[in-house]
């Protein structure tokens, strides 16, 4: 499994927020992390893939901000990470 995604996963039982930023290339991408439990078939997460709830996708070099209900990531294309609470405002 990709040590990104437990990361995420393992990080998240210890913050206040469920509200996870990704980067990737020149994209920044915030969302509600959602969390897997294999016990309910629609709760269940794919290995290696981070599942976002009301994501927002914004592109570092131009104006463009996309908005999805669900998106998903393959852990691997993700560079950095932070929890909401973790942002320096």
């Given at each position: 499994m990709c040590?990104?995604?437990d990361a995420?996963?393992?990080?998240?039982?210890h913050t206040e927020s469920d509200i996870l930023l990704c980067?990737?290339?020149?994209k920044r991408?915030?969302?509600q992390l959602h969390m897997?439990?294999?016990?309910?078939?629609?709760?269940?997460?794919?290995e290696g893939v981070i599942t976002l709830k009301d994501a927002v996708v914004t592109c570092?070099?131009?104006?463009y901000?996309?908005?999805y209900k669900w998106i998903n990531i393959p852990s691997k294309?993700?560079?950095?990470f932070a929890f909401k609470c973790c942002e320096k405002i």
């Open positions: 040590k990104t995604y995420i996963y393992e990080l998240s039982k980067f990737l290339r020149n991408i915030e969302g897997c439990d294999s016990k309910f078939h629609e709760n269940r997460c794919y570092r070099n131009e104006d901000v996309r908005e294309y993700i560079e950095t």
